[in-house]
Structure formats: structure tokens, C-alpha cells
């Protein structure tokens, strides 16, 4: 799901961060921890998601957990679309600059981050079609009822789901809206930009390729881009 996120108060410290993911994987609540460790911090939040049945858990969770009980994360069900997307940012007061915007929807990542002109975010995450690497710039074709599919090799024992873009692609859109790469998570599929006005001294651009140097990704993806 496309989680605009804001932080309001003080910035994370990196202990806290690490903390508050450590609680949400002890709670096997993995799908938001971005939300979560934010909402941990006493940041407003908004998560929004197209399954009934995610909203129906994470209503569940945040309402029955000692932190977020009192004041929980706003949680909206809604497909998003190219063409809603600001508008539902906009019906939950995300509408400005934020802190975070978190996009993973497996599917129209990079046409709703292009999309998105309500929020001014300081800095995006959004997950990245990794079999491609740094190789080709390439996206799925815009389909607002787009769902993610799996393609199959049994010859090589392998699968692949389709949907989403490659990190050359978002780097190119990046740049396009005024962000940098500058770093990822150890297998490359979750990617971080930072608006060019913030930190470039501290954050400097990286090339792409440096976000899939871990031998277990490399291996891994070298293996499904025949599909």
C-alpha cells in the first residue's frame, strides 16, 4: 500500500528507529513498520491500503496496542489510483510538506509516485523491481486495477512477480521531482530518496548498481531476469 507519512515533533534518533523495529517484528506487524515506527515515536501518521482485510489488521493492532491506543495512525481503505492518489493525501491533512512518503503497492509504485503532487515529502522509500538491477530503466504499463502477477520458470526453478519498475527507472523520476538516490536496504528492493534541498553535504547521490553489491542479491537476481 502507498503510506503518505508525516513526522511533526523530533527527529528519530537511529536507536530509536532500530527499537521501534525490533518491536515491530517481535510483533509480527511487518506490512506498516515504517508507519509503526513512526506512530512509536509520537508522530502523526496515515496508512492507507487497498485490502480490506490489511486495514481490518491494522485497526486491530494499533487500537489494541498500549503505544498507538489512545491516538492511532488515520487508516484508510482505498485503491489507489493515478488519479485519486491526491486526493485521498489530501482528505487526511498530508497535503504539505512531510517527512516520510513510503510507497509499496506492488503493482503502480512508480505512476503513483509520479502522480503524487499534494504532499512535498523530505524523503520517499518505495520498493523497486529488483530483478532488473541497475540494467534497464523499464516500468509496468500504468493500469489503475493493475495486480501483481507472477511469472514462472520451471526449467530454473524459479519466480519472479511482475509489477512495479526498476531502480534506474525511479532514479530518472527521482531526478524528475527534484530527489537523489542515496542508499537501500541490503537487497536493493526497498530504495531511499532525498529531496536535493536537504542534507546533500551528509546524503550524497549514489550510483544505482551500489544498491545491489550484496552477493546473496546479485545471485538472486541474476537468476530470474531471464523471466
Given amino acids: 500500500a502507498a503510506r503518505p507519512t508525516a513526522t511533526a515533533r523530533r527527529a528519530p534518533t537511529r536507536s530509536a528507529c532500530r527499537e521501534a523495529h525490533r518491536k515491530a517484528h517481535l510483533e509480527n506487524f511487518h506490512a506498516t513498520d515504517d508507519a509503526q515506527l513512526l506512530e512509536w515515536l509520537g508522530h502523526p501518521v496515515a496508512v492507507i491500503d487497498?485490502?480490506?482485510?490489511?486495514?481490518?489488521?491494522?485497526?486491530?493492532?494499533?487500537?489494541?496496542?498500549?503505544?498507538?491506543?489512545?491516538?492511532p495512525p488515520a487508516i484508510c481503505r482505498a485503491w489507489l489510483t493515478a488519479e485519486n492518489v491526491n486526493a485521498v493525501i489530501a482528505r487526511y491533512g498530508f497535503d504539505r510538506e512531510i517527512d516520510l512518503l513510503s510507497i509499496d503497492v506492488d503493482g503502480n509504485d512508480y505512476w503513483l509516485w509520479k502522480a503524487i503532487t499534494a504532499a512535498n515529502p523530505r524523503v520517499v522509500i518505495i520498493e523497486v523491481q529488483a530483478g532488473w538491477m541497475a540494467d534497464a530503466a523499464v516500468t509496468v504499463p500504468y493500469d489503475p486495477q493493475f495486480c501483481v502477477r507472477k511469472l514462472v520458470d520451471d526449467a530454473l526453478q524459479t519466480e519472479v512477480d511482475y509489477c512495479g519498475a526498476s531502480l534506474p527507472a525511479m532514479v530518472k523520476l527521482g531526478r524528475e521531482k527534484g530527489y537523489r538516490l542515496v542508499g537501500a536496504n541490503r537487497y536493493g528492493f526497498n530504495v531511499v530518496f532525498v529531496r536535493n534541498d536537504i542534507a546533500l553535504d551528509l546524503l550524497p547521490e549514489i550510483p544505482a548498481g551500489h544498491c545491489f553489491r550484496h552477493p546473496v542479491a546479485r545471485w538472486q537476481y541474476g537468476r530470474v531476469q531471464p523471466l
Avoid at 480490506?52 to 493492532?61: L, P, Q, S, T
Wanted: proline share 5%.
Fill in 50 to 71: 487497498g485490502s480490506e482485510e490489511n486495514i481490518r489488521i491494522a485497526n486491530d493492532f494499533y487500537w489494541r496496542h498500549p503505544d498507538t491506543m489512545r491516538i
